[in-house]
T-cell receptor, first 110, second 114 residues
Framework: GQSLEQPSEVTAVEGAIVQINCTYQ??????LSWYQQHDGGAPTFLSY????GLEETGRFSSFLSRSDSYGYLLLQELQMKDSASYFC???????????FGSGTRLSIRP | DVKVTQSSRYLVKRTGEKVFLECVQD?????MFWYRQDPGLGLRLIYF???????EKGDIPEGYSVSREKKERFSLILESASTNQTSMYLC?????????????FGPGTRLTVT
């Protein structure tokens, strides 16, 4: 079968750093993506890891370890606007065929 | 900017009705997808299409069908709506290349079946 595991909720303080972990089990693993969704909004693409290692995009970084079937999203210098749900998503067989995790709700407090 | 539009933001239908949800994208993307999103379950793939008239079942296709007659348009059909199909429906599109992991989503249709 296939599964993705990520924490359901995370709380952090404004200005701090938070890491959201994702572990997966799937055949035909191709890559790991991260999406952000604000309440009432549509998911938006944040990052993609096709190879092991760290990808950095501004305040956000994403990491992948294929051997451990594990990845994480790192958010630095947290801002109140980062309060949202974050989904990890696995591409299987090709870049386009994606399954999503159940999401992590990130709450930021002042 | 890629734009994905969905025909309705909110829809209320009765049990047994036939329901059509329409999605249009304006970036000439090869791939189009229909998901449903329910609290605590994330996004679950219903169907996807990688070309005109081509479709593949996702993880939860039961009770749904799709149609893609033109590249820019992908329709989701509920042949006989049931209350367990009350959900948020999201359409997405992506390139048919190695960047296919970057999906662009529409605003969603919140469907209530009574």
């Amino acid at each position: 079968g296939q599964s993705l595991e990520q924490p359901s909720e995370v709380t952090a303080v404004e200005g701090a750093i938070v890491q959201i972990n994702c572990t997966y089990q799937t055949s035909g693993f191709y890559g790991l993506s991260w999406y952000q969704q604000h309440d009432g909004g549509a998911p938006t693409f944040l990052s993609y890891n096709g190879l092991d290692g760290l990808e950095e995009t501004g305040r956000f970084s994403s990491f992948l370890s294929r051997s451990d079937s594990y990845g994480y999203l790192l958010l630095q210098e947290l801002q109140m606007k980062d309060s949202a749900s974050y989904f990890c998503a696995v591409s299987r067989g090709s870049a386009s065929k994606i399954i999503f995790g159940s999401g992590t709700r990130l709450s930021i407090r002042p | 900017d890629v734009k994905v539009t969905q025909s309705s933001r909110y829809l209320v239908k009765r049990t047994g009705e036939k329901v059509f949800l329409e999605c249009v994208q304006d970036m000439d993307h090869e791939n189009m997808f229909w998901y449903r999103q329910d609290p605590g379950l994330g996004l679950r793939l219903i169907y996807f299409s990688y070309d005109v008239k081509m479709k593949e079942k996702g993880d939860i296709p039961e009770g749904y069908s799709v149609s893609r007659e033109k590249k820019e348009r992908f329709s989701l059909i509920l042949e006989s709506a049931s209350t367990n199909q009350t959900s948020m429906y999201l359409c997405a599109s992506s390139q048919g290349t190695s960047r296919g992991y970057e999906q662009y989503f529409g605003p969603g249709t919140r469907l209530t079946v009574t």
